[in-house]
């Protein structure tokens, strides 16, 4: 079994060329993104690893096909960077639903509190030997509400640790967890109410630009915007817009809806061409991290045992849970009782 991984930085070869040794898959990695000009390089393989800035569109799958591939396997959960409805009858797809919850969940947490405790100065003061505390003024999270957009697993256990710091918590889920101990209410409801606002859904055409112009003016004033999910959940000019008309108090991005071209790479010595990106950096009351929420020991070896897994199911053809399809929701036609694979 050889498998081209696309995109693969040095923490992928490290957790992966073990599982590979493992299992008896061969890995080959390439440091460039699978998209239309790259897709050449997967030819005599017999499946490509991809993650969520690969441009798994029709044309690169098109060409998969010809090339003999049935099989993706997405390092990661998201999946909207793939034409799941042209894969359908072509290329089977598998995801990595659940890597580490708990990483993701914690570098949100991790996140809320540099920015309201304002960590981050601190520690540049500190490294110049400046101790002052002016400016550095917090506030407690005891007490505070926090609204949770999206409860699956990573938002649950966001919740769940939100609750240890003794804070009101209230969430919004178009497709709500039955016999949760939740407070569900209506998305302007959460909007008005909540003094945070943590995005945990997943990216679809209900979830896109979720926040946006206009539901930045039903926000809370100074309310605190915290997204490790998918970029584009935001529209990142109302978010700028809303930054500057002080309607939002601080944002905390883990992604960003432009970051394909930037995150994961060295830039240090160069301008960034992204003008919101880069005013969103500048501001005092935002803090970026480049997708790293997921970037624990434990999550990467999860990722490369699943994806592993994933990959030995599909060539001994067995049914997988992990297989993603367009109908994948349908009641009708989806095979999501994993009686059948989904084609």
């Given at each position: 079994?050889?498998?081209?991984?696309?995109?693969?930085?040095?923490?992928?070869?490290?957790?992966?060329?073990?599982?590979?040794?493992?299992?008896?898959?061969?890995?080959?990695?390439?440091e460039t993104?699978?998209?239309?000009?790259?897709v050449?390089l997967?030819?005599?393989?017999?499946?490509?690893?991809?993650?969520?800035?690969?441009?798994?569109?029709?044309?690169?799958?098109?060409?998969?096909?010809?090339?003999?591939?049935r099989?993706?396997?997405?390092?990661?959960?998201?999946?909207?960077?793939?034409?799941?409805?042209?894969?359908?009858?072509?290329?089977?797809v598998?995801?990595?639903?659940?890597?580490?919850?708990?990483a993701?969940?914690?570098?949100?947490?991790?996140?809320?509190l540099?920015?309201?405790?304002r960590?981050?100065?601190?520690?540049?003061?500190?490294?110049?030997?400046?101790?002052?505390?002016?400016?550095l003024?917090?506030?407690?999270?005891?007490?505070?509400?926090?609204?949770?957009?999206?409860?699956?697993?990573?938002?649950c256990?966001?919740?769940?640790?939100c609750?240890g710091f003794?804070?009101?918590?209230?969430?919004?889920?178009?497709?709500?967890?039955?016999?949760?101990?939740i407070?569900?209410?209506?998305?302007?409801?959460?909007?008005?109410?909540?003094?945070?606002?943590?995005?945990?859904?997943?990216?679809?055409?209900?979830?896109?630009?979720?926040?946006?112009?206009?539901?930045?003016?039903?926000?809370?004033?100074?309310?605190?915007?915290?997204?490790?999910?998918?970029?584009?959940?935001?529209?990142?000019?109302?978010?700028?817009?809303g930054?500057?008309?002080?309607?939002?108090?601080?944002?905390?991005?883990?992604?960003?809806?432009?970051?394909?071209?930037?995150?994961?790479?060295?830039?240090?010595?160069?301008?960034?061409?992204?003008?919101?990106?880069?005013?969103?950096?500048?501001m005092?009351?935002?803090?970026?991290?480049?997708h790293?929420?997921?970037?624990?020991?434990?999550?990467?070896?999860?990722?490369?045992?699943?994806?592993?897994?994933?990959?030995?199911?599909?060539?001994?053809?067995?049914?997988?849970?992990?297989?993603?399809?367009?109908?994948?929701g349908?009641?009708?036609?989806?095979?999501?009782?994993?009686?059948?694979?989904?084609?």
């Amino acid at each position: 079994m050889r498998i081209a991984v696309f995109d693969a930085k040095d923490y992928d070869i490290q957790s992966f060329s073990a599982c590979g040794e493992k299992y008896g898959i061969e890995f080959k990695f390439y440091e460039t993104k699978l998209n239309e000009d790259t897709v050449n390089l997967a030819n005599g393989f017999d499946g490509v690893c991809v993650f969520v800035n690969d441009d798994v569109n029709a044309a690169v799958i098109d060409k998969l096909y010809a090339a003999g591939i049935r099989v993706i396997a997405l390092r990661c959960a998201g999946y909207n960077n793939v034409a799941l409805e042209h894969c359908f009858g072509k290329i089977h797809v598998f995801h990595v639903p659940a890597y580490s919850p708990y990483a993701v969940a914690e570098h949100t947490m991790a996140l809320l509190l540099t920015s309201v405790r304002r960590i981050h100065k601190a520690y540049n003061r500190t490294k110049e030997f400046n101790f002052s505390l002016s400016g550095l003024t917090g506030f407690d999270l005891h007490g505070k509400t926090v609204g949770v957009i999206g409860t699956g697993k990573i938002g649950c256990i966001f919740m769940d640790i939100c609750k240890g710091f003794g804070m009101e918590v209230i969430a919004y889920d178009k497709f709500p967890r039955k016999d949760a101990n939740i407070n569900y209410v209506s998305i302007d409801e959460l909007f008005g109410r909540s003094d945070i606002i943590s995005l945990h859904c997943p990216l679809t055409e209900d979830t896109f630009h979720i926040i946006n112009s206009d539901t930045v003016s039903k926000l809370k004033k100074g309310v605190i915007v915290l997204n490790t999910s998918r970029g584009a959940l935001i529209d990142s000019e109302a978010l700028l817009d809303g930054i500057k008309r002080r309607q939002i108090g601080a944002a905390c991005l883990d992604v960003y809806e432009e970051e394909a071209d930037v995150f994961f790479q060295d830039f240090s010595g160069h301008i960034v061409e992204d003008d919101i990106l880069a005013r969103l950096i500048s501001m005092p009351n935002v803090i970026v991290t480049s997708h790293q929420a997921f970037l624990t020991d434990e999550a990467l070896n999860n990722i490369a045992e699943t994806t592993a897994q994933n990959l030995l199911a599909f060539f001994d053809d067995k049914m997988c849970a992990n297989e993603l399809c367009y109908r994948c929701g349908n009641v009708e036609e989806c095979k999501k009782k994993r009686s059948a694979r989904c084609f």
